[in-house]
């Protein structure tokens, strides 16, 4: 189980990110990486929230709606650069087009204003090529049989198979790419500790991270 660090506040952490420089053209972008299941979505829903409290016009796009199946966890990047992070470079709206994974097939466009803050959620957004126009990178941890378990409830038992396959990948794209070494934050996404988890985030101290926010 990742060692628990100090907690911080999700009130906070979006005033760090609202005062540090955007980086992709007028955005600040930020990224929330981790493996399957360890708490990414959860810790990405909460800090938009806690930005539009705090007046931040914020987007947030997951990169399970950018991927064509499961053998797309690292390939859809350049699909999602061209649509998304390339126009928000120069200031213009950008779209994608959202993976439908029970129909096997992507629907119609999704619009992306040029938010204040793009949070980009799910595995390998995090990515070495994108680390010099993040603002803020996060890498969110949890044991892995708890990881597996979390995976397995949300997705149902027939998806195992296909669940172990993407463990795998995972560990091995952490691995090459060094994202938790690079991350600025890392998040114990299993604590154990006294926190309200709402409002509240507990820091790992097993992985490392750098500083908060890039200033």
Do not use: C
């Amino acid at each position: 189980m990742p060692e628990t660090g100090a907690p911080g506040t999700f009130a906070d952490l979006a005033e760090r990110i609202r005062a540090a420089p955007a980086r992709l053209g007028p955005v600040r972008l930020v990224a929330v990486d981790g493996p399957a299941g360890a708490g990414k979505s959860t810790f990405a829903g909460r800090l938009a929230h806690a930005l539009r409290e705090a007046g931040v016009k914020t987007t947030e796009i997951h990169t399970d709606d950018l991927l064509d199946g499961w053998a797309d966890m690292v390939t859809f990047w350049p699909r999602f650069d061209r649509g998304v992070l390339e126009p928000l470079r120069g200031g213009r709206p950008g779209s994608y087009r959202r993976y439908d994974w029970h129909a096997a097939r992507f629907g119609g466009a999704v619009p992306v204003p040029v938010p204040d803050v793009l949070v980009i959620e799910g595995v390998t957004s995090a990515r070495a090529v994108i680390r010099p126009e993040l603002t803020l990178s996060v890498f969110v941890t949890a044991p892995r049989d708890l990881r597996l378990a979390r995976a397995v409830r949300r997705d149902g038992e027939a998806l195992r198979p296909h669940l172990l396959r993407w463990l795998a990948d995972e560990a091995a794209h952490f691995a090459a790419d060094r994202t938790a070494e690079h991350a600025d934050l890392v998040v114990n996404g299993a604590p154990d500790g006294p926190l309200d988890p709402e409002y509240q985030y507990l820091r790992s101290t097993t992985t490392g991270g750098r500083s908060e926010v890039r200033r």
